[in-house]
Structures are given as C-alpha cells and as structure tokens.
C-alpha cells in the first residue's frame, strides 16, 4: 500500500460523519443516564469530590470517540473541488 492509499483502517469523513452524530443523539443521553445511575448508587460524597467526579467522567467520554469526531466540522476532503473563480 502506498502512501496516497487510503487505509482500510480509516473511515470516509461521511462515516465518521455519521458515528459522531450518532454518538451524540444516542451514546450522549445513554452515557449521561448510566453516569447518573452511578453516582446516585455509591454514598454522597463531598461536594469537591462530585465536583471532580463529573468534571472527570464528563471529559472521559470523549478519549473512546475522539477518532470518530476528528475532522468532522472541516469541509469534506473527500469532495471534489470547485474551480476557484477570480
């Protein structure tokens, strides 16, 4: 495989497209409600501690998903190219 092959390893920027608004209108609300399951289930905690606790959990969603959300609000560098007019 050369270097201007795409990998098969890579998605299309319109599958990737799709994952990340998918992981958002359905992974988002599923993580949030296990999340709060979570913290309601274990003792209260104080206050800096929940503070800490959803500042960490509400950043770690993203580590799993960042490949699908890169690129994504970029134009399609797939599409083909209108000639500039000058």
Same mark, same amino acid.
């Given at each position: 495989? /050369?270097? /201007?092959?795409?990998?098969? %390893?890579?998605?299309?920027? %319109?599958?990737? %497209? ?8 359905? !992974? ?11 913290? /309601? ?16 959990? !509400? ?6 998903? %960042? ?8 134009? @399609?560098? @797939?599409?083909?190219?209108?000639? @500039?007019?000058?």
């Amino acid at each position: 495989m /050369t270097q /201007t092959e795409p990998s098969a %390893k890579h998605m299309s920027y %319109k599958a990737r %497209k799709r994952w990340a608004l998918f992981a958002l209108l359905v !992974g988002m609300p599923i993580y949030i409600v296990i999340v709060l399951n979570l913290m /309601t289930s274990i003792d209260r905690l104080p206050f800096w501690a929940e503070v800490v606790a959803y500042v960490v959990l !509400g950043i770690a969603w993203i580590f799993p998903l %960042k490949r699908v959300f890169l690129g994504v609000g970029q134009p @399609d560098p @797939d599409a083909p190219q209108a000639p @500039d007019e000058t």
